[in-house]
């Protein structure tokens, strides 16, 4: 029943919902702060529009990329074709070989008693190296001698005799026989003191091998006997090495396909320069000249050996060092000359990019020739005093506008079109690293 009752209950009347009324009105003063506030706005607008700082043209210029046609300059580094110099090399693997090499041994045998060199002196030839006992073999020869001077007597008087029997034989008062046993007598005499006079002339030689002086002028190596040892003549041991540095030569090898230039200004009677360098290429250690090639060439190799002779004044060269050894085969005069760098390939053609008087760049076509180190030789399509680009040409092609903020070799701002002095780095320099 109160379910129902529930149920029976009347349902409560709906609200409408009133209309909006009309906005508050603003106040008189709010509403003169808010245009105030706006004309301060407005005024600190146009102030930062007039003094904000704005880009400069070389910072736009920059930030602009590549400079195409028509668009921002591209800043380059340049350099100029001169005329110089420039040599054809052929370059080979050597090493440095002594003209000569004395192992010293003894020839004697006996005590090792004194030592006059120091490891690593610079000997003269004839000086006094080793001294062995000379005590025994003096001695032998003091012998010697006194048994030559025992035979020398006998055969003066065998002499004496014979000329009294050929007195005697002439009177008839012996026979013909006796005269001539008497002669056998003197020659066998005077073999036996020829005999005697060999085994002294073999003792001074003994005497002599004691006293080991050197047969070179070179270095002393290490010292491979100490004083007070037993030497022996049948010894294959040296007791020190003498190398001959000053001169000294280098052997090195170059192909057979390079040969035909080189054997014609041998046969033509030409010396030709070798110029010895590290094993990097980076250093020069000296200069000599050729001095002979080899008989035959190695067919294994395809290669000949050739020897280069160098003074050697400053012991640069050390034997067996390696080294490589690079023959100047020509010497080309007056020649157009570039940096390497600014040469450029493609599947077509080599060429340079060329900077004209307006300071825009055009791709030139160039013929290059001898190339050495960073220099390159070039026999057509540049002449001498032309501007290329050196470095920045990844940014450019044909028609590009470009400053040239630095020269390749001073450094310093260099204005396109007009000439600029040569530097000793423009100049051509010889370089050590071949092609």
Do not use: C
Request: proline share 7%; aromatic share 4%.
């Amino acid at each position: 029943m109160a379910i129902n009752a529930l149920h029976e209950l009347p349902a409560a009347p709906e609200q409408k919902a009133l209309p909006p009324g009309p906005p508050a009105p603003v106040p008189p003063k709010k509403r003169r702060r808010i245009w105030i506030l706006g004309l301060i706005l407005a005024l600190l607008a146009v102030l930062a529009y007039i003094y904000w700082p704005k880009p400069k043209p070389a910072a736009a210029s920059a930030q602009g990329g590549a400079g195409g046609r028509g668009g921002a300059a591209t800043p380059v580094v340049v350099a100029k074709a001169t005329t110089g110099n420039i040599g054809v090399y052929v370059t080979g693997l050597g090493a440095v070989t002594p003209l000569a090499t004395v192992n010293v041994q003894s020839r004697v045998d006996g005590q090792l008693m004194s030592v006059h060199f120091k490891e690593g002196d610079l000997v003269q030839k004839g000086d006094l190296l080793i001294e062995i006992d000379p005590r025994p073999y003096e001695a032998a020869l003091l012998q010697y001698q006194g048994q030559l001077a025992k035979d020398q007597a006998t055969l003066e008087g065998a002499r004496i005799d014979l000329d009294r029997y050929a007195t005697l034989v002439k009177q008839e008062a012996i026979a013909e026989q006796t005269l001539a046993d008497q002669r056998a007598i003197v020659a066998t005499d005077a073999g036996i003191v020829k005999s005697d006079q060999g085994l002294v002339d073999a003792a001074k030689t003994n005497v002599a091998y004691t006293r080991i002086a050197s047969p070179i002028t070179g270095v002393v190596g290490l010292r491979l006997v100490d004083p007070g040892n037993i030497v022996q003549a049948t010894n294959s041991n040296a007791m020190l090495v003498i190398t001959q540095i000053q001169p000294i030569s280098v052997i090195f090898t170059v192909s057979e396909d390079q040969l035909p230039p080189i054997l014609q200004k041998v046969r033509a009677g030409q010396k030709l320069t070798v110029d010895a360098w590290d094993r990097e290429l980076k250093n020069k250690l000296a200069s000599g000249t050729l001095a002979t090639l080899d008989n035959q060439i190695d067919q294994t190799t395809g290669t000949l050996k050739l020897r280069a002779v160098f003074s050697n004044d400053n012991r640069g060269l050390f034997p067996n060092q390696f080294v490589n050894a690079r023959l100047l085969v020509q010497e080309k005069t007056g020649v157009t000359l570039i940096p390497s760098a600014p040469i450029q390939r493609n599947t077509l053609s080599t060429y340079v990019y060329l900077v004209k008087p307006d300071s825009t760049v055009a791709t030139q076509t160039v013929m290059v020739g001898t190339t050495e180190g960073d220099q390159s030789e070039v026999t057509s399509g540049l002449e001498p005093g032309a501007v290329v680009v050196l470095s920045g040409v990844d940014k450019l092609q044909d028609g590009s506008k470009v400053v040239a903020r630095q020269t390749a070799a001073t450094g310093q701002t260099a204005a396109i079109g007009q000439p600029a002095a040569q530097t000793p780095a423009q100049a051509p320099v010889q370089s050590p690293k071949s092609q």
